[in-house]
């Protein structure tokens, strides 16, 4: 009878943890390209797997990005290869932005939000802000200021030839 109890007593408490076996996934999403800035489009692919390995199609995963108080959510689509969706994420700002992808797997109880580390959004290429006018502008004046630094620091030390005497 003790016996009949104890298998009893370990098979109800595998029960959960044999249910939940299985429903977890990952999500894979590289940053946005270095040139990307507030207004641009980034085309942020995800990838989904089970188990790391599977591609999970049907799903409805969403990537959020969050600047302080400001928080964007963007839903991703299926794309024509298994397991990859793709949402088209706007910056609003330049700035440090957080951003996570929400798998939507929500089989067996498993969804989950997946952090990546924040990256800084500057001024775009399609802004105006392609060319660094400020930092260009900052090095010419810093060059220019050694050179005449330089020519005064020559003038100052050549040397000059004795007075011819009569």
């Known amino acids: 009878m003790r016996k009949l109890l104890l ?36 085309n942020a692919d995800v990838t989904i797997l089970q188990h790391g390995m599977t591609p999970l199609s049907g799903l409805h995963p969403t ?17 024509d290869k298994p397991g990859v969706y793709r949402a088209k994420v706007v910056f609003p700002s330049a700035g440090t932005w957080s951003y996570a992808v929400y798998d ?25 802000g392609g060319f660094p006018v400020v930092t260009t502008t900052a090095v010419f004046a ?4 050694a050179a005449g630094l330089l020519f005064l620091l020559i003038r100052r030390l050549r040397v000059r030839a004795p007075a011819p005497t009569h």
């Open 63 to 79: 990537v959020t990005i969050r600047n302080g108080s400001t928080v964007k959510t963007f839903e991703a689509t299926a794309t």
């Open 142 to 145: 810093g060059l220019l200021g």
């Open 104 to 128: 939507g797997f929500t089989q067996y109880g498993g969804q989950k939000t997946h952090t990546f580390p924040s990256v800084s959004i500057g001024v775009g290429g399609s802004h105006g």
């Open 7 to 42: 298998g009893l007593t370990l098979a109800v408490l595998a029960f959960p943890a044999s249910a939940f076996a299985g429903g977890w996934a990952t999500a894979g999403l590289g940053p946005p390209s270095d040139g990307i800035g507030p207004g641009d489009t980034w």
